[in-house]
C-alpha cells in the first residue's frame, strides 16, 4: 500500500490521497492480526493522519511479518472498508452516550473546536449545547401552574438554577451555573475564553449530559436487559 485515500481532519480536503509512510499491526492474545495502523500524509496539507483498518480474513503475526520482511507490503483489497482516520496528536473529548441529535452534533462541535485551540468557539458551541439540552428538559407546564416563566425560558443560567431546583437535575450543579452563564457569554460576545476555562466548560457540559441522558438511559437498558433475563432463565 503506497497510498490510501481519505477525508483529510486537518485541513478538511474530502477524498484526499494519503502518501505512506509506515506501518504498525495490533496483535491480539492469540497472536492473530486485530488490525493495522497505516501512518500517512495528506497530499493537500502535508499533515500526517492515522488509518486503522481490520483484515478481511483472519491472519497471525507470522503472516503479517513475512510480508513485511519480503517487502510485498498490503493492498488497500487485505483489509476492510476504512474504521478509523485521525489525527494522532488529537485527544477529542467523546460525547457521553444516548445523547440525542442536535446535541450530539453541538458536542462533538466543541469538542473538536477545544482540541484546535479555538477556546472561544469551544465555549459558543458548549453553551448551544446547554441551551438546547436545558431547553428539552423544562416541562410544558405554564408558569401560573407552576412551571418556569418567561426568564427562566430564555436565560441559560436562571434555566439550570430552576431544573436544579425543582429537582430535574443534580442540585450540586446548580453553583456552577452562573460560571457557565459568564463562560458562554465571553466566548459569545467579548472573544476572550481562555483555556482553562474552556476545558471547565466541556467538563461541565459532558457532566450534565451524564445527569440527564447516559446514567438515566443506562439504567433503564440495565433492568431491560435484567427483566429479560429472568424471563428467559
Known amino acids: 500500500m503506497s497510498e490510501f485515500v481519505a477525508d483529510c481532519l486537518w ?4 477524498k484526499m490521497t494519503f502518501e505512506y509512510v509506515g506501518e504498525h ?19 493537500n496539507c502535508e499533515a500526517g493522519s492515522v488509518l486503522t483498518c481490520k483484515p478481511k480474513r483472519q491472519m497471525n503475526r507470522y503472516e503479517h511479518q ?15 472498508d476504512l ?11 467523546p460525547c457521553p452516550e444516548h ?26 458551541m458548549f453553551r448551544l449545547c446547554l441551551d438546547l439540552t ?12 407552576g412551571g418556569p416563566n418567561k426568564y427562566v425560558r430564555g436565560n ?27 463562560d458562554g457569554n465571553d ?13 471547565d466548560l466541556a467538563t461541565f457540559t459532558k457532566h450534565l449530559l451524564e445527569n440527564i441522558y447516559t446514567l438515566p438511559e443506562s439504567l433503564e437498558l440495565s433492568f431491560e436487559r435484567r427483566s429479560s433475563e429472568k424471563e428467559t432463565s
Request: aromatic share 8%; with cysteine; proline share 6%.
Open 156 to 182: 441559560l443560567a436562571a434555566r439550570i438554577n430552576w431544573l436544579c431546583e425543582e429537582e430535574h437535575l443534580n442540585p450540586k450543579l446548580k453553583r456552577f451555573a452562573e460560571k457557565i452563564k459568564l
Open 99 to 124: 445523547v440525542p441529535e442536535p446535541i450530539r452534533s453541538a458536542f462533538d462541535e466543541g469538542a473538536k473546536c477545544l482540541t484546535e485551540d479555538c477556546y472561544n468557539a469551544t465555549g459558543a
Open 83 to 93: 474504521v478509523q482516520l485521525r489525527p494522532p496528536a488529537v485527544n477529542q473529548i
Open 25 to 43: 499491526a495490533k496483535i491480539d492474545l492469540f497472536d492473530d492480526v486485530e488490525n493495522v495502523q497505516f501512518f500517512g500524509t495528506c497530499r
Open 187 to 199: 466566548g459569545a460576545h467579548v472573544g476572550n475564553l481562555k483555556k482553562i476555562d474552556a476545558e
Open 11 to 14: 485541513c478538511g480536503c474530502k
Open 134 to 145: 436545558t431547553k428539552d428538559k423544562l416541562p410544558q407546564t405554564p408558569a401560573d401552574d
Open 66 to 80: 513475512e510480508r513485511w520482511a519480503e517487502d510485498q507490503g498490503y493492498s488497500r483489497s487485505v483489509f476492510t
